[in-house]
């Protein structure tokens, strides 16, 4: 299954408006990995629970940061 690809300057840009959360326990996936999965839902249009395995991510893991980063207006600083 094909990724989104995204090159070097637009994660640059991007990772700079992600905020970053120190919980305890289990470390936190990725936001690259998480980002690559949550646009590759938002291009396809597939259901949140279609996410393939490929991603290495769980298709919960992913929603959850995506509601996260909805909360912290990530995608509206970026635009």
Excluded: C, D
């Amino acid at each position: 299954m094909k990724q989104f690809y995204m090159n070097k300057k637009f994660w640059k840009e991007i990772k700079k408006i992600i905020p970053i959360k120190n919980k305890k326990g289990r470390p936190r996936k990725g936001a690259k990995k998480i980002m690559q999965a949550v646009f590759y839902i938002l291009k396809t249009g597939i259901p949140w629970k279609a996410l393939p395995k490929s991603f290495l991510v769980s298709a919960s893991t992913v929603h959850r940061r995506f509601q996260e980063w909805i909360q912290n207006l990530v995608f509206f600083k970026f635009w």
